[in-house]
């Protein structure tokens, strides 16, 4: 392993796979990695412990790591994980949900990863009120019939109002997280299409 453990200890960036979302900073030493690699589960080194842990061992919000990249000089790691729960111990979904200066912004992949999130959790719940309740209860041809729908209002804002095509678009990409949801599809499975494509015809 090209991996330099000065001082024993080496940092890792811990990142949502599907969102691409940074979700915390810790440090490994050998042994944490080497769990790491053999459990596909995070393992860190805890500083102020002084000891080996397993993200999750006491909260239960454990990390599936789905890869481990080291940086090109070796001194820095980055862990690719499914999260299970919440990864920062306020009950933030990431660590970094301040900000020291400007507009909290947010990444197409987590805007996406948060929505698919709020969609599965309505129709799991079906709260009352709520418009993918109704929806839900309308039938999974109406929701099929929204995204047409909204495809459309696209298609026209395209042609005859460019300004609103972004708000259109957003209508369309809601209605089809839906439809996907209703069908057990995840957005990722989606994503993984279109990178698979991408790698087959870089230059497409
Ligand atoms: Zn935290």
């Known amino acids: ?4 453990f000065e001082g024993g200890l080496v940092p890792v960036i811990t990142q949502d796979a599907d969102s691409g979302e940074v979700l915390m900073l810790a ?3 050998r042994e944490a990695v080497a769990a790491t690699l053999q ?3 995070a393992h860190y080194f805890s500083r102020s412990r002084g000891a080996l842990w397993r993200k999750g061992e006491t909260s239960g919000h454990r990390q599936q790591v789905i890869e481990l990249r080291y940086d090109c000089d070796g001194d820095a790691l980055l862990y690719r994980v499914r999260q299970s729960g919440p990864a920062c111990h306020t009950g933030a979904h990431s660590c ?3 900000t020291l200066s400007g507009v909290p912004s947010a990444s197409l992949g987590e805007v996406l990863g948060l929505l698919e999130r709020v969609v599965a959790e309505r129709l799991r719940e079906l709260p009352e009120g709520s418009y993918v309740t109704r929806l839900h209860g309308q039938g999974l041809g109406r929701v099929a019939q929204k995204v047409i729908e ?3 209002e696209s298609a026209i804002a395209a042609l005859q109002e460019p300004r609103k095509l972004a708000s259109e678009a957003a209508d369309l990409l809601f209605h089809l997280t839906i439809l996907l949801r209703e069908r057990g599809v995840a957005l990722q499975e989606v994503a993984d299409e279109l990178h698979k494509r991408h790698q087959q015809r870089p230059a497409h």
């Not at 392993?1 to 330099?4: E, Q, R």
């Open 1 to 4: 392993m090209d991996v330099n």
């Open 27 to 29: 440090y490994a030493n």
């Open 39 to 41: 459990t596909k589960e």
């Open 96 to 98: 970094f949900y301040r």
């Open 150 to 152: 909204e495809a459309g």
